[in-house]
């Protein structure tokens, strides 16, 4: 074969991250601790500045170099069966501040409030380490200091809990490829790695790791493919080729591969938990929130539609003077916004009077799951102690009334704007 044939069906992609411990400085590596069972359109790409000299004096009509400026890491986690992991995880990163208390023989219950301040002179909210395997043996990445930027919770009706997070990381990224480039004849039929051995439990899956194969043909100068039928499982690898040419002179060969994994190569265990059903979400608007205990209030049930939380940290990765790198060495939010969307039934005009009357309410959800031991279930609680009501216009739905009630989320003096409590068996969340 010229060309090693891999299985790159996105089902067999892996997504890894350092969900339990954060990374002590910016662009400092963490151990990957938790596979996440992500959605399969969950994707963290590098993308390359590169700019063309199009605004240069190149003596032609068109562009004629590209520079590289380095680049970032965007994506987008995405969970439609959402886990109270997932909540741990993406709001851990997201807010910033976590408490964990020990529960039960093997529980944990971790409260997570918005960050006051910073958490280093590079960093308005944590950053973890992620990873990606893609297809079955095309590529492994791992990706540097990643930031949820957004946050967004959803619980539609007839379905799960789903959540979703927007990345940014800053763009300092390393993979298991390599590319070596090794001296021999043109009718070589075999060539010796320098160093490595190719990754695979077996010959067929060392062939398959050995992606192509190149020689410098010496009359044309160019790259030709070359075929190699066998990857020896030695230390370093020998590959066996069919000659590419019958003349003896000196030529370049490049091989394309993955070289024996090691280190972050090996995938954490996957943690799985029962995904969180919207039918168990309870719901309460008004009351009062102390800090500890919710009380009061009124308790929606049949008329909510649907529920949306929105959280923006308005965070971005920076290069700046002084980085030493190619990749960005600061992360900073330009200031928190929140919001809360309910679709209900207009049933009554309360919610447009508190619209009228610009007073502030508190809500409370709570979605209970399975319990993992007795008396302690999977659960996910947001209270959001003060919030106004932004916009509530009415509506036609399948021919009833319905409203769409925006609500700012405000931050009070004592309480903050939002408290996220989880509890599950995970002990810790960006510790």
């Not at 008004?286 to 209030?297: E, K, L, M, P, Y």
């Amino acid at each position: 074969m010229t060309r090693s044939i891999r299985n790159f069906l996105a089902t067999h992609n892996l997504l890894a991250v350092s969900a339990k411990l954060r990374e002590v400085a910016i662009n400092t590596e963490q151990e990957l601790d938790t596979t996440l069972l992500a959605d399969l359109n969950s994707v963290l790409n590098y993308q390359g500045l590169k700019f063309p000299n199009r605004e240069e004096l190149t003596g032609k009509e068109e562009a004629d170099r590209l520079h590289d400026l380095g680049g970032k890491v965007a994506g987008t986690l995405s969970f439609s069966r959402a886990q109270p992991q997932h909540f741990g995880f993406l709001l851990a990163y997201a807010l910033g501040a976590v408490q964990t208390t020990p529960v039960g023989t093997g529980g944990y219950r971790h409260a997570i409030r918005p960050l006051s301040g910073e958490v280093d002179g590079a960093r308005s909210n944590p950053s973890f380490t992620a990873a990606m395997r893609f297809g079955r043996q095309v590529l492994k990445k791992r990706f540097a200091s990643c930031f949820l930027d957004q946050v967004r919770v959803e619980f539609p009706k007839d379905g799960w809990a789903k959540i979703n997070g927007t990345v940014r990381g800053s763009g300092k990224v390393g993979d298991n490829t390599q590319v070596e480039e090794v001296s021999a004849a043109y009718n070589a039929a075999s060539l010796t790695l320098r160093v490595n051995g190719v990754e695979g439990d077996n010959a067929a899956e060392r062939l398959s790791n050995v992606q192509a194969v190149k020689v410098l043909n010496p009359t044309t100068q160019t790259f030709d493919e070359v075929t190699y039928r066998a990857v020896s499982g030695a230390t370093p690898a020998v590959l066996t080729l069919t000659p590419p040419g019958d003349s003896g002179v000196l030529t370049t060969y490049r091989i394309y591969y993955l070289p024996q994994e090691s280190g972050w190569m090996a995938w954490p265990p996957r943690e799985e938990e029962p995904p969180l059903k919207v039918s168990q979400v309870a719901v309460t608007v008004g009351g009062r929130w102390d800090g500890s205990v919710f009380s009061g209030g009124h308790r929606l049930a049949a008329e909510l539609r649907s529920l949306t939380w929105t959280l923006k940290n308005n965070l971005a990765p920076e290069s700046t003077p002084g980085a030493g790198v190619n990749y960005a060495n600061r992360a900073f939010r330009a200031g928190r916004e929140q919001k809360l969307d309910f679709d209900r039934d207009f049933r009554d005009f309360l919610m447009a009077q508190h619209l009228k009357d610009n007073d502030t309410l508190a809500v409370y959800l709570k979605a209970t799951g399975p319990e993992f031991e007795p008396g302690l279930p999977y659960q996910v609680e947001l209270v959001f102690p003060r919030v106004a009501v932004l916009t509530a216009p009415v509506r036609v739905a399948g021919r009833r009334l319905a409203e769409t009630v925006e609500f700012a989320v405000l931050e009070d003096d004592d309480l903050g704007s939002v408290t996220a409590y989880v509890q599950n068996k995970v002990s810790s969340y960006a510790a």
